[in-house]
């Protein structure tokens, strides 16, 4: 018996479909799938039966063999060729290919197996239908809400201006073209091109950072952040379009939707911290739990269904209450996302793709020419807004600092157009709102859009620069008071007691509180997945042992001492050495730390007559940390229990090496910081300056060389983060003539410090490391850091070796410190 139902559960594609009273319905028989007996029918009725492909499954298997064969080859030749392009360009790249072989014979079994001219359950719009649910629901999972507002003010600013000018001049345009009576588009759909062109959506986006592989940078935050604001104000555009077009059927939906915004965020996200809350650490979650959630992304499409809204924008609004990261959002990444994007999605964006009527395009390709048409009246349309978009988003990121090849850059990103925007321009077509011929010209230009914009970033972007800041994120710019944010590594045990003995020399208290992230760095072995835990959100199993027990007790006891004044967060990342340094800086960058603390490779005896440990693996480390940092970086080199200089009585003494650095002035300010915090801590700078300057007269010193001396080169860069007429800081100028005299007079003071701290590029291209340069063991450390950390330096004074945050955006016009500051 046959019935009539909807054609698929959200009408998103048009493949074959007959119309009956304008509505699109096929004829279904149960079961839908698996209703063959065979090869038998065959074989029985002979001509009466039908051929294995006209079956739903076969018909299902061909097609999903056919485009993921030809979507996976382009993959790979355009990897072969370093194109890097988004995978679902291909899968749309596919459907037109497979769309226009169809067209070649219109009584080709290539033609009925994709275009079926009857009423057969069209399984495989549903499956793909299906496919983007899921992607839409996993891209809310992984988006982080709070992104865009923690980025300020500035993402702000573009997300406004790259949506709103866009928007404002394309109504105008559209309104000049209706006065003047020269269109033959539908209001609506100038309207939702408008719209779709302004926005920059956030599914889109991170698809196109996460494909050319741009993402975790402070670039693509900035723009995932924009693209986050912008999404957030389509929302508020289409309620608010809804209540000013549909009246009282746009205010139901409007309070429909925001009922159910208030569910997620109340009810949802509350549940689902507490699955996160009952899972031990290091343990996966219930699959019972995921498979509910899996189930209540089905029922939230449904449900914006039901009010007349676009269906699949309720299972992202579920993903995106659904906490981010480990435990519970990597776990639905990594149980759906491969299937779903190597399978399944393929279907959406292929069979979407062949509804394209490229034979009526290339004819009106001649009223183009002439300026004239639905197809000029489109493209002049498109080619407006988005040259506004662009012009506006570069205009607002370089007036907002970024450098202009990064703000053109961002422009590009998000103008970028993919599979939200397909999407919705199906959905249009089925709907009715579209006419299939605007489809056909809209989905080629997204075709376009997504295949060129990536090729303009290859020659406008520097992925090199991935973790690097558009925003200054040192000491020196900390006010007093300011809060400290740090990242402390820790490889190994031995790690652990040298890391706190160093956060104590800083004192936390009420004028120089601190906010400390630990980062356990284990190497992963083996073939299992990388695991990254937060120990605030997950505790371990009742009796069971973490592999960070250490870490945590040992840190919680150090965050005690220090309650009033100190916030710490711990966390656990087992990856392979070789990306542990993209942890490190990831976790600094989305923190928005200003000091990363890393531990020196190499440790020693307590005599210091043997060295303990050397390992390469936790060197390559810290120099991938100082390369890709978007902070400040310190490595630290311990060989003194500076714990010791909190005792009763003892008076710590710190000794800072000032050669005039590009990274000198960080280095001042750490140590000034960690004066200023104890009590008992004496501060030595000393300078080392050309034998040549000693031997002049003073006046002719200063009026020859413009030189301030020490104490007022020190005040210059500090601010008014430095004391007055300080008694615990002493300056000293020492005249040396090349590396040799420097290194004689650091070995002098040797045993008079209890902790060095030195710039990296301290003293480089000076006289004062003229000579040793040449000999430098570990060039990580800078020519005086090296010095002071060689096994041959008579000290048992630990060394805190300081770089300067590249701060992007000045990087060119940046000028090491001279001696005439």
Known sequence: MNQHVDMSYWDVAWRGYKEDNNASLFCETHPSILNSHGVWERLSYKSRGMSFWEYPLPNLEIILFS?????????????????????????????????????????????????????????????????????WFLKGVTMDAAMGFRMGKKTGVIAFTTSFVPLILGNLFFRLRMRRGTTSLLRTEYRLIVFLQSISAFTSIDTLLKDI?????????????????????????????AMHWEGYKGLIQTIGACLFFAFMVYAVRPALFWVIKH?????????????????????????????????????????????????????????????????????????????????????????????EGKLYEVVSFLFFVNTTKLIASTIAAFALKMPLSDSFALALVLSNKGIFELSYFTYAVEMKVVTPEVFTIIATFILLNSI??????????????????????????????????????????????????????????????????????????????????SHQLQQPEPGSTS???????????????????????????????????EDICWLALSRSLSLILLPFHRTWSVDRSTVTSNDDKLRMININVLRRAPCSVGIFIYRKPI????????????????????????????????????????LTIVRFIPTFFDQMESQEFEETFEMANLKETVTSILGSNVKENDDYVT???????????????????????????????????????????????????????????????????????????????????????????
């Open 279 to 371: 899972t031990p650490e290091g343990r996966p979650v219930k699959d019972s739990y995921i498979y509910f959630i899996l189930a209540l992304a089905f029922f939230s499409f449904q449900y914006f269904h039901y009010i007349h809204l676009y269906g699949a924008a309720g299972s992202f609004v579920l993903g995106l209450a659904v906490p981010d990261g480990y435990p519970l959002g990597a776990a639905l990444v990594q149980k759906f996302e491969s299937f779903n994007l190597g399978a399944i999605l393929p279907l959406f964006g292929s069979l979407s793709m062949m509804q394209l009527d490229l034979s009526w395009l290339l004819k009106e390709c001649g009223n183009l020419v002439r300026m």
């Open 731 to 821: 300056y000293i100028d020492r005249a040396v003539s090349d590396g040799s005299e420097t290194s004689k007079i650091l070995r002098g003071m040797a045993n008079d410090y209890d902790l060095f701290i030195v710039g990296r590029s301290s003293g480089i291209d000076t006289e004062a490391t003229s000579g040793i340069s040449e000999w430098t063991e570990f060039d990580e450390l800078g020519p005086i850091g090296d010095l002071l950390a060689s096994h041959e330096f008579p000290s048992r004074a630990s060394v805190l070796v300081v770089q300067k945050q590249e701060y992007v955006y000045h990087s060119k016009s940046q000028k090491r410190i001279s001696l005439s500051t």
């Open 452 to 533: 060129f914009i990536p090729m303009a970033l290859e020659l406008v972007h520097d992925p090199t620069k991935r973790f690097k800041c558009y925003q200054k994120r040192n000491l020196v710019i900390l006010k007093d008071g300011a809060e400290l944010q740090s990242l402390v590594c820790i490889y190994k045990p031995d790690h652990i007691t040298s890391m706190i003995d160093l956060l104590g020399a800083f004192n936390p208290s009420k004028d120089s509180p601190t906010v400390c992230n630990i980062l356990h760095l284990i190497e992963l072995v083996g073939q299992a997945s990388p695991v990254f835990i």
């Open 643 to 682: 714990v010791e200089s909190h005792m009763t009585g003892y008076s710590s003494k710190i000794c800072l090496i000032f050669n005039g650095g590009m990274d000198d002035g960080e280095a001042l300010a750490i140590a000034n910081r960690m004066r200023l915090a104890g009590k008992r801590i004496s």
């Open 547 to 581: 592999c960070s027990d250490n870490v945590i007790s040992s840190f919680r006891r150090f965050h005690k001492q220090f309650l009033e004044y100190t916030s710490m967060d711990i966390f656990t990342s087992v990856s392979m050495s070789k990306h542990m340094h």
């Open 67 to 135: 485009t993921y064969v030809i979507w996976r080859l382009l993959d790979l030749a355009c990897n072969k060729i370093r194109l890097r392009v988004p995978r679902f360009t291909y899968m749309m790249i596919a459907g037109v290919i497979l769309g226009q072989t169809c067209h070649l014979n219109n009584n080709s079994w290539l033609r009925n197996i994709f275009f079926p001219d009857d009423k057969r359950p069209k399984v495989a719009e549903t499956v793909g239908a299906f496919g983007f649910l899921i992607y």
């Open 213 to 241: 592989k741009i993402k975790h940078s402070e670039f693509g935050r900035i723009a995932l952040s924009a693209a986050m604001v912008t999404d957030m104000l389509a929302f508020l555009l289409t309620f608010l379009n």
